[in-house]
């Protein structure tokens, strides 16, 4: 690579590719046979690594050499700006493992955007409202009556939301949401099921529309808070007057299946709905639980639904493959791994094959093709 003499090593992408798989200096430097002192040079910019170093850096963390020579840096996730469900649980690793994920993802998007239209955001400020109400005024203005969402996904796509999903280094991280350049970004956890990452997803919905004032001034996220959260969403998935003027003719799990079916739940969020709503009587409620445990459904839905992908990304991919092009393209441009581009696209298709070199022009076509998500 001797065109890369001219070339400076960014330390910052040192920095940031290691906090992106999760290692310590340590763990990293034991890698390649150097010391953590040398690694810790190479990343604060003291001394810069040789070709061959670089190299077994480049190796060790799954991103092409070039990588370390962009100067422009990496997009930041400030933390205050990020809701996160299980903040506790996490570790410092993990959380820097899945901003990194979430600036790699930002970075894809741009791409996206200097050549698509995409839909534009307009969210509306719920935050004086309560959890339920919230999620009924939500339902009006969107005009979705009281009917089950078929793809929550979709929905929040063309109201101009970002959905990516998150990789398996992540798997702690249930889902997060956070604004960057005025822009609704949702990460959701794929490892997780179709139900529990639909209910993810109306969780952070919740986030971006109740929470405003709060992810945007960094106030702490609380356990209250996140209860609140889970309330908007059993309420928007489940809309109250629906729910209470079409009961099963008996609580029993037979039934629920029924319904878990037409919202689109899982079974515990049904359940739990029944009981939040007074429909059914806490003992009746504390036996489904204990049946619905007895059976592993808390951990392993029965009869699962189809996984929800993004619409958005889907249709961009489609038309780079009418154009020859695919996620190589994308890779090569954002100097990254396809593997990177796979895990945060909810891998929707096969690796795209292009035989040939890519096109040296990456400029945006004139008019950039209109994504309309329907």
Not at 23 to 30: G, H, I, R, V
Request: some cysteine; proline content about 6%; aromatic content about 8%.
């Amino acid at each position: 690579m001797s065109h890369n003499i001219m070339l400076e090593v960014n330390p910052k992408q040192i920095l940031f590719a290691r906090v992106r798989r999760r290692l310590t200096k340590s763990q990293l430097a034991k890698k390649i046979e150097i010391t953590s002192r040398s690694l810790q040079n190479y990343e604060t910019g003291a001394s810069t690594p040789d070709e061959k170093t670089l190299q077994k850096i480049a190796i060790a963390l799954n991103f092409p050499l070039r990588f370390f020579y962009l100067e422009e840096e990496m997009p930041e996730i400030a933390e205050h700006t990020v809701s996160f469900r299980k903040l506790s649980k996490m570790t410092d690793a993990m959380k820097g493992c899945a901003f990194a994920a979430g600036a790699i993802a930002l970075k894809i998007n741009q791409w996206v955007e200097e050549r698509f239209n995409l839909p534009q955001s307009n969210l509306p400020d719920l935050s004086d409202l309560a959890p339920e109400e919230a999620a009924a005024a939500l339902r009006r203005m969107w005009g979705l009556g009281n009917a089950p969402i078929p793809n929550v996904v979709h929905l929040l796509e063309s109201k101009g939301i970002r959905v990516f999903s998150l990789a398996e280094e992540t798997r702690e991280v249930d889902a997060f949401c956070t604004w960057y350049e005025e822009k609704p970004f949702i990460f959701l956890n794929t490892l997780k099921s179709a139900e529990r990452s639909r209910f993810d997803a109306a969780h952070e919905l919740a986030h971006l529309v109740r929470d405003v004032y709060s992810m945007r001034h960094g106030q702490a996220h609380g356990p209250e808070m996140e209860r609140q959260a889970d309330a908007f969403a059993a309420a928007f998935l489940m809309p109250m007057a629906s729910v209470i003027s079409n009961p099963p003719p008996a609580f029993t799990i037979k039934y629920l299946m029924k319904l878990k079916h037409f919202w689109g739940v899982s079974l515990v969020a049904i359940a739990y709905r029944f009981n939040s709503l007074k429909m059914i009587s806490e003992w009746n409620y504390r036996s489904l639980c204990i049946e619905i445990a007895k059976h592993g459904y808390r951990t392993n839905e029965p009869e699962p639904m189809e996984r929800e992908t993004s619409q958005l990304l889907s249709k961009v991919m489609d038309y780079l493959h009418s154009k020859k092009q695919g996620r190589r393209e994308i890779a090569e441009s954002l100097s990254i791994s396809i593997d990177e581009i796979n895990a945060l696209t909810f891998q929707l298709t096969k690796l795209s094959v292009v035989s040939g070199r890519p096109e040296k022009t990456a400029n945006p076509p004139k008019s950039p093709p209109k994504l309309r998500l329907i």
